[in-house]
């Protein structure tokens, strides 16, 4: 029984390693970006929001968008993750999203990605969510 449960975990360890590294190759080859540079795309034919670091370019999505385009432009060139993330987007939502993938943001904007992308060895770092800065004392 262990042995199996053992056999288990094994399986599901290499499953979330593998994508791990997945996601790495995918994000470490965008084009990096500063938020400044997103913030002069706030207009209906040029519209990038930031969700969780990675930039997007939602211009095509805007007539689509279910909630409309205008609840979106309010967000538009802006970093749009906890709204985003407050709107309760269903996983298709999110899964969405990759089809308007143009960047990151630099590094040293990140605030989901906080270690180097190129840094695949340490598994603390491979993940969007696993590399989050330690919140400062008192928060
Ligand atoms: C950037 C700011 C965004 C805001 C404030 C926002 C807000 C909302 C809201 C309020 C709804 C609910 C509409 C309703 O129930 O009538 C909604 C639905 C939806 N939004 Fe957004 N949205 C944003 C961006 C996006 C983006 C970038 C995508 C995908 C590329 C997206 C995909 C969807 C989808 C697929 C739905 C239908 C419900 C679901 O499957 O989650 N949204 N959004």
Redesign the pocket.
């Known amino acids: 029984m262990l042995e199996l449960i053992q056999s288990l975990m094994n399986t599901v360890t290499t499953a979330i390693k593998s994508k791990q590294s997945s996601n790495d190759e995918k994000y470490s080859n965008l084009p990096e970006y500063t938020l400044a540079q997103v913030s002069e795309h706030w207009q209906t034919n040029d519209c990038w929001?930031v969700v969780e670091d990675l930039v997007?370019d939602?211009t095509e999505?805007l007539d689509e968008?279910?909630?409309g385009q205008y609840?979106?432009m309010e967000?538009a060139g802006r970093d749009?993750t906890l709204?985003?993330r407050g709107?309760r987007?269903?996983q298709?939502?999110y899964d969405?999203?990759d089809k308007?993938l143009i960047g990151i943001l630099i590094e040293n904007e990140r605030v989901y990605w906080s270690r180097s992308r190129s840094n695949t060895n340490d598994s603390n770092s491979s993940s969007i969510y696993g590399s989050s800065p330690q919140p400062s004392k008192g928060l």
Request: hydrophobic share 50%; no cysteine.
């Open positions: 929001v997007y939602i999505f968008h279910p909630g609840i979106v967000h749009a709204v985003f709107s987007h269903s298709d939502a969405m999203l308007y």
